[in-house]
T-cell receptor, first 113, second 114 residues
Framework: KAGVTQTPRYLIKTRGQQVTLSCSPI?????VSWYQQTPGQGLQFLFE???????NKGNFPGRFSGRQFSNSRSEMNVSTLELGDSALYLC????????????FGPGTRLTVT | QQQVKQSPQSLIVQKGGISIINCAYE??????FPWYQQFPGKGPALLIA?????SEKKEGRFTISFNKSAKQFSLHIMDSQPGDSATYFC?????????????FGTGTLLAVQP
């Protein structure tokens, strides 16, 4: 079974621009979560989607948004990029229901200059 | 307080030794505790997980010990190998709501010397 895939793997953007990251979950997985990983803050939960609905949201500004499509693929968008948004953005997928194992993709490395 | 405190920040172990990483939490409303392993340039990979109704879980060389009363859990890596050199994260899942949100510890960089 193919793992979680994320595209693009690397991205360089300028302050003020916006960016869209994509995540394709493992086949059959309908829950997708997004995390931001930085050296200073570690791994922080951004949001979670299930059946095209946002089920939970972390403490990030409204510039961070996401959505999920009917095929469970998910995208996250960051508008008006700031230098502090430079991070590894990770997507994780799991089967429906709580406490199921979450599998992470390789991440998208975003650099904001 | 929904935090998970992880220690040590870094750890050096000789090949064949035991690596021990500790995590502690304050809020009792956690009911799932996974450990993840991350290599440079890769996403975290699930190693082993435990629920609070058991005190220990073992999978191969990896063991989780869980102390519910102390609100602590730890990862033991037996017979540590150079290939185990990676960053390890503990995590906890809040109990409320239908969510898979995980709260992560700050990570432990493990180096196993040959």
């Amino acid at each position: 079974k193919a793992g979680v895939t994320q595209t693009p793997r690397y991205l360089i953007k300028t302050r003020g621009q916006q960016v869209t990251l994509s995540c394709s979950p493992i086949s059959g997985h309908r829950s997708v979560s997004w995390y931001q990983q930085t050296p200073g803050q570690g791994l922080q939960f951004l949001f979670e989607y299930f059946s095209e609905t946002q089920r939970n949201k972390g403490n990030f500004p409204g510039r961070f948004s996401g959505r999920q499509f009917s095929n469970s693929r998910s995208e996250m968008n960051v508008s008006t990029l700031e230098l502090g948004d430079s991070a590894l953005y990770l997507c994780a997928s799991s089967l429906p229901g709580r406490l199921n194992e979450q599998y992470f993709g390789p991440g998208t490395r975003l650099t904001v200059t | 307080q929904q935090q998970v405190k992880q220690s040590p920040q870094s750890l050096i172990v000789q090949k064949g030794g035991i690596s021990i990483i500790n995590c502690a939490y304050e809020n009792t409303a956690f009911d799932y505790f996974p450990w993840y392993q991350q290599f440079p340039g890769k996403g975290p990979a699930l190693l082993i997980a435990i629920r609070p109704d058991v005190s220990e879980k073992k999978e191969g060389r990896f063991t989780i010990s869980f102390n519910k009363s102390a609100k602590q859990f730890s990862l033991h890596i037996m017979d540590s190998q150079p290939g185990d050199s990676a960053t390890y994260f503990c995590a906890a899942a809040p109990q409320h709501g239908a969510t898979n949100k995980l709260i992560f510890g700050t990570g432990t960089l493990l180096a196993v010397q040959p």
